[in-house]
C-alpha cells in the first residue's frame, strides 16, 4: 500500500512577527522624533460584515502604534467623489502611506484612481510611477503581497534560480508582479516563471510543470491535486470566508482545495495564516519606508 505524502505547512505568522518586530523598532525610532506614522486605507462599497483584510491591515498598524484610518465609501460612489477623497489623503501630511482597496464596484475604473495616490505615499506599489521604477529594478514601493511570498519562499526554497515556477493569475498587485519579481536577475531570484490566466490552454498541464505553484485566481477551492506536480510547494494567495461554517470548522479557504493538494505537494502554505500575515507584515515595512523617506531619513 503506498503512503500518503502530507506536506510541510508553510507558515507565514512566524516569519511575519519577525518583521514586524523589526517595523515596530522602526516606528518607536520615529516616535522619539514625534513622528507618527499615518495609514488610510479607503473602501469601496465594503461588505456589511466588513472586509478580513482592512481589519487585519488596521488591527495590525494599530498594534506597532500607527494611527490608522478607513474612509468607508459607499458602493454607490461616484468617480468625482473617490477622486477627491485620494487626492485629500495624498494632500494630508498626517497620512503617510495610503492604500486603496480593490476591487472596485464595476462602475468605476481602477485605472483612473491610481495616479490620485502620490507615489512616496503609494505603499501597494500600484501607481504608474512606482511599477516603471520596480520593474527596472529602481527604488520604489513593490506590492506587499508578492514581497511576502517571495519572503516565504526565500525562508523555504533558498535560491531560485533556473527554478520553473508557475504563477496562476495575472492581476496588478499580485499575480503580474510575481512573475516579474520572481524572474529578475538578482541574488536568490531568477527563476523561469509561466504566468497563466483565464485563456491558458489545458491549465492543469501548465500548473504541474512548477516546482513552485503559486495561486492567486480568486476562485474558491478551484485547485486541486491535478494541478498540482507531485512534491511541489504550493503557495495559496487566495481568501474566502465560508458561508455558515459547522460550530469549530473553517471559516476561511482559499484558492486551492487544501485536503486534495496536501496529499501531492511538498510544502503547502494555510488558509487562513500563509500568505496573509506576510502581506500586513510587509505592507507595514513599506510603511516604513514611507514615514522615514517622508519625515527625511532614519
Known amino acids: 500500500m503506498?503512503?500518503?505524502?502530507?506536506?510541510t505547512i508553510l507558515s507565514g505568522k512566524e516569519p511575519a512577527q519577525e518583521i514586524r518586530a523589526l517595523v515596530k523598532e522602526r516606528f518607536r525610532r520615529l516616535a522619539a522624533r514625534g513622528v507618527v506614522p499615518g495609514l488610510a486605507i479607503v473602501t469601496v462599497?465594503?461588505?456589511p460584515a466588513g472586509n478580513p483584510y482592512v481589519r487585519?491591515?488596521?488591527?495590525?498598524?494599530?498594534?506597532l502604534g500607527v494611527r490608522a484610518l478607513v474612509e468607508r465609501l459607499p458602493a454607490s460612489t461616484p468617480a468625482t467623489a473617490l477622486h477627491e477623497t485620494l487626492r485629500g489623503l495624498?494632500?494630508?501630511?498626517?497620512?503617510?502611506?495610503i492604500i486603496l482597496q480593490l476591487p472596485l464596484p464595476p462602475h468605476l475604473a481602477e485605472d483612473e484612481f491610481l495616479e490620485d495616490v502620490l507615489p512616496a505615499k503609494d505603499v501597494d506599489g500600484v501607481h504608474p510611477w512606482s511599477v516603471g521604477r520596480w520593474t527596472h529594478g529602481l527604488k520604489a514601493h513593490r506590492p506587499a503581497t508578492p514581497l511576502g511570498v517571495l519572503e516565504l519562499l526565500r525562508r523555504h526554497c533558498g535560491d531560485l534560480a533556473g527554478k520553473r515556477i508557475v504563477v496562476m493569475g495575472r492581476s496588478r498587485i499580485v499575480g503580474r508582479p510575481l512573475s516579474i519579481l520572481l524572474s529578475e536577475r538578482t541574488p536568490g531570484r531568477n527563476a523561469t516563471v509561466t504566468l497563466c490566466h483565464s485563456a491558458t490552454r489545458d491549465l492543469p498541464s501548465v500548473a504541474?510543470?512548477?516546482e513552485i505553484l503559486i495561486v492567486a485566481i480568486g476562485r474558491r477551492s478551484m485547485v486541486d491535486a491535478r494541478y498540482v506536480r507531485p512534491g511541489a510547494v504550493v503557495i495559496d494567495v487566495g481568501i474566502h470566508p465560508v458561508e455558515n461554517?459547522?460550530?469549530?470548522?473553517?471559516?476561511?479557504?482559499?484558492?486551492?482545495?487544501?485536503?486534495?493538494?496536501?496529499?501531492?505537494?511538498?510544502?503547502?502554505?494555510?488558509?487562513?495564516?500563509g500568505v496573509g500575515p506576510m502581506t500586513v507584515a510587509l505592507l507595514l515595512r513599506n510603511l516604513a519606508d514611507a514615514v522615514e523617506a517622508q519625515a527625511g531619513g532614519r
Open 2 to 7: 503506498k503512503d500518503t505524502v502530507t506536506a
Open 45 to 47: 462599497g465594503e461588505p
Open 56 to 63: 487585519s491591515k488596521t488591527r495590525a498598524a494599530e498594534e
Open 90 to 97: 495624498s494632500a494630508d501630511r498626517g497620512v503617510h502611506g
Open 208 to 210: 504541474r510543470e512548477g
Open 245 to 273: 461554517p459547522p460550530p469549530g470548522g473553517a471559516k476561511f479557504e482559499g484558492d486551492v482545495d487544501f485536503e486534495s493538494v496536501r496529499g501531492v505537494a511538498s510544502a503547502i502554505t494555510p488558509v487562513p495564516g
